[in-house]
């Protein structure tokens, strides 16, 4: 489960359904869900005056907001806590509701009865051997549920999530898929500082597939010396277009100094994405940490025009690649080898290693 869903599924907890309606979440799932963020979110300034907002008498609209970002922002940075409120939130919800993890035998032999739960039955041999299958079916499925938790925690690919991950100077490690050859990827998630490794996160003609050429002039800029509170520890920006007969691609992305600050601007990048003309939610496979995609259809009034983006993060990097401005539909097989490279070119920034990955043909 990414940051964006699981910040969603807590936010209604830690905004006080405590109670578990609306939250999707057992009542015990939301107050340990609030007891665990609460508690962490106080234990920084940005996080205690968030709460501190959202708890007044009568909060300002965007209070929420502030503490949807701080939210978001702790689970980035630490996923080890991430991971543990979502198993409080995940076993809360398999042990909500009635229970029924009691059972008792009471009578004679004659008449007795057994109750489970809330539940009373006569003790007939019918009875007794239905129970005996419906314990082998509970045993059975708590066993696949047990394994689909886990399955699911372990899913997580952050570095803190991967067998052997560990911290090196200061910086998170772990290990990635198998590269082929019998070795593992690693991932780290470190600062690029560096404005000539930044710079080359972005393609060059000999990493894009054929047909694409430099439609414009590259830029990158240096953000520590004009940044606001919207950028908050952002070091680097970029801006790099590709031409390709009719269709462009447009490469945009942002370098900060923590993945908790990258969280926070990946989430305000996703907003702003989000709320600009004819731009509505699409179906896109994940990339990186965490991605969001768009579809725009823009009607000219006399014909459509087509364009697809994506929003994702990849450790302290965050991207943003706008495929199309064409008057024919596009395939959206093209965007995502489009955000992938990109998305391993960030990763192998951070790596130390110079960015070489190229777009699938």
């Not at 009542?27 to 996080?47: K, Q």
């Not at 907002?53 to 503490?67: I, Q, S, Y």
């Amino acid at each position: 489960m990414g940051v964006t869903e699981l910040t969603a599924m807590i936010m209604p907890a830690i905004t006080g359904l405590t109670g578990g309606v609306g939250t999707g979440l057992g009542t015990a799932a939301a107050e340990e869900v609030r007891r665990l963020m609460r508690e962490r979110l106080g234990a920084s300034e940005e996080g205690r005056a968030a709460l501190a907002r959202l708890d007044e008498e009568h909060p300002p609209p965007e209070a929420e907001d502030g503490v949807r970002t701080q939210v978001a922002a702790v689970l980035a940075s630490d996923p080890e806590f991430a991971r543990e409120v979502q198993q409080a939130a995940q076993q809360a919800e398999i042990t909500a509701g009635g229970n029924v993890n009691t059972i008792s035998i009471g009578g004679g032999v004659k008449g007795s009865t057994i109750t489970i739960g809330p539940v009373t039955l006569q003790k007939t041999p019918g009875v007794q051997a239905s129970l005996v299958a419906l314990t082998i079916a509970v045993v059975v499925l708590l066993a696949f549920g047990t394994y689909g938790v886990v399955q699911t925690l372990r899913s997580d690919n952050s570095p803190a999530a991967s067998p052997g991950a560990g911290v090196r100077d200061g910086v998170a490690e772990g290990t990635g898929a198998p590269n082929g050859q019998g070795e593992t990827e690693k991932k780290l998630v470190a600062a690029v500082k560096e404005a000539d490794r930044f710079r080359a996160i972005f393609p060059d003609v000999q990493s894009m597939p054929s047909g694409w050429s430099p439609s414009e002039s590259d830029s990158v800029t240096n953000s520590t010396s004009s940044c606001s509170e919207n950028c908050k520890g952002k070091i680097h920006s970029g801006a790099f277009l590709f031409a390709n007969s009719d269709i462009q691609a447009m490469f945009r992305a942002s370098g900060y100094d923590s993945a908790e600050t990258a969280a926070a601007g990946y989430i305000s990048l996703v907003k702003a994405t989000q709320e600009l003309p004819d731009t509505n939610p699409m179906s896109l496979a994940p990339v990186g940490d965490e991605s969001t995609a768009f579809s725009v259809v823009e009607n000219t009034g006399s014909e459509h025009i087509y364009t697809m983006a994506v929003v994702v993060r990849v450790g302290t990097v965050v991207a943003r690649v706008d495929y199309g401005n064409s008057y024919e539909p596009l395939d959206p097989s093209a965007l995502l080898a489009l955000t992938e490279m990109i998305a391993e070119r960030a990763q192998q920034a951070q790596n130390g290693d110079a960015p070489s990955a190229t777009a699938r043909q």
